[in-house]
């Protein structure tokens, strides 16, 4: 009994002091509230966090536009591109919750040497978190059918090489399925909210049609045609019509439909449709609100979202066929052009300066030395000249010492001296004893001439002495 009440006494005192310091201090206990709201606010924000470890494998030919195309989905303008298998990424960034990841991208390249790479980017594990993008260049639209397959098969091949268990691979093709069944349009509001659908209508699964998802790889597929706008240069120089363009788009859009793959059609060029494929892409593998309708107006800037494509509205396209049909051949009706033999003109190599020089130089050696001055007369060095020629000359000469109009007496003296230089100089060559008898000659006249000039002035100076004093 003792050791009864005493317990009971213990536990009482211990009791009562805590209850009074309890309603005592109520801003302790304001205070243990708050941790407590913290603590399951930071409990809630790790539960909602952004996954990671998220994958876009990027197959397309050689020049397709692949690294370029995901470094605009990341935001960069310089960039290095690599050869066997590139890892870009971008970011992926969540308003609501105010969360921050990134998307891994892996970029294949163009050759099939290296397929086997795609056991990097996508091993076993991570496969349920991989979305396929194949890119189709546009400007080479005969190429494209061919690619799609190429590349579709590639990726079939490396999906059953991961020998991925049987139970696992149905529920990732369900997955696919029922994504492509449960896809419901954008409504007309301003919210862009999906249409409502009744409760008997959410139960209720469109069954897929003939040619839907018969090539089920497990995994979302999109198919992006890039440099859209090359249609234009396509129109002028292959002169293609809408019908050509239609017809391009409905054999994609069968392929779309076998693997129920979405489809855009961009430019990163003209910068369209990038904004709706990153949205597009953050939408299937991270599950963000997407509100973007489809678009089949624009013929650069189609989008057709997973599950909107049926046959029906594909045979729209062929109402505007006029010289084609739907079931022609898509090599028949999309030629690839010949090639154009490109000839190359020989190009010109320039020699140096100065061994140019150096040649001319040889050249000019070798050329006899040509008289300054007026040509030689032949006349004297041949042993029978013709009269005419030397009458001819002597024509020259009196024509030279002529008096012409408006010329003084001593240009006609200038220009009978100057015919006699010429005339003494092309008898005989330089240094021969004609031209030292042609040159006194002149010298001797000239100082006569002087001479004759003196005294006449000293005649006249002389008379008109005379003339003054009578004067």
């Known amino acids: 009994m003792a050791t009864t009440g005493r317990s009971a006494l213990l536990s009482s005192t211990s009791a009562g002091p805590k209850s009074t310091l309890e309603s005592s201090n109520p801003d302790e206990e304001d205070g243990q ?7 399951s606010e930071v409990s809630t924000h790790s539960r909602s966090k952004l996954p990671s470890g998220k994958n876009v494998l990027v197959m397309g030919e050689v020049g397709s536009g692949k690294t370029t195309l995901v470094a605009k989905l990341q935001g960069i303008e310089e960039y290095m ?3 066997g298998l590139e890892y870009l990424y971008f970011s992926v960034h969540d308003d609501d919750i105010d969360d921050y990841t990134r998307c891994n991208a892996w970029v294949l390249d163009g050759d099939l040497y290296h397929k086997g790479l795609q056991g990097v980017a996508v091993p076993v594990g991570s496969i349920e978190d991989t979305l396929l993008l194949i890119t189709v260049d546009m400007s080479r639209p005969w190429n494209a059918l ?17 020998r991925i268990a049987p139970e696992k691979l149905r529920e990732l093709e369900h997955k696919i399925v029922k994504q492509f069944q449960e896809y419901a349009e954008p409504g007309s509001g301003e919210d862009g909210t999906p249409q409502r659908r009744s409760d008997e209508e959410e139960g209720v699964l469109l069954p897929l049609g003939d040619n839907t998802l018969t090539h089920n790889l497990g995994i979302p597929v999109v198919v992006v045609c890039t440099k859209c706008d090359a249609i234009s240069t396509l129109e002028k120089e292959h002169d293609y019509r809408d019908e050509h363009l239609d017809f391009i788009q409905s054999h994609i859009r069968h392929f779309c439909l076998q693997y129920g793959a979405s489809l855009l059609y961009t430019s990163v060029k003209e910068m369209k449709n990038l904004d709706v494929l990153y949205k597009y892409l953050v939408h299937r593998l991270y599950g963000f609100p997407f509100r973007c309708p489809a678009q089949v107006v624009e013929r650069d800037a189609v989008f057709i979202p997973s599950g909107w494509d ?13 010289a084609l049909k739907a079931d022609d051949g898509y ?8 090639v154009r033999k490109i000839v190359h003109e020989k190009e010109i190599q320039a020699e140096d300066d100065q061994v140019f020089l150096v040649k001319l130089q040889s050249l000019l050696a070798k050329q006899p030395a040509v008289t300054a001055g007026r040509p ?12 005419r020629t030397s009458n001819r000359s002597a024509a020259a000469n009196v024509a030279n010492a002529m008096p012409q109009s408006g010329q003084t007496s001593e240009g006609v003296l200038a220009n009978f001296f100057n015919s006699l230089l010429t005339k003494k100089a092309g008898t005989g060559g330089p240094g021969t004893p004609g031209s030292k008898l042609g040159l006194s000659d002149v010298q001797a006249e000239l100082d006569r001439i002087s001479n004759r000039e003196t005294d006449s002035d000293l005649s006249n100076a002389n008379d008109a002495a005379t003339d003054g004093p009578d004067t």
């Open 376 to 387: 030689v007369d032949t006349t004297s060095r041949a042993p029978t000249g013709s009269p």
């Open 33 to 39: 509230n708050l941790w407590s709201t913290i603590l």
């Open 81 to 83: 591109k690599g050869r």
């Open 310 to 322: 049926n046959e029906k509205k594909i045979a729209i396209l062929h109402e505007n066929f006029q």
């Open 331 to 338: 090599e028949d009706v999309i030629v690839k052009p010949p």
């Open 146 to 162: 061919d690619s799609l397959q190429k590349w579709a098969a590639v990726a079939r091949e490396h999906i059953d090489k991961l």
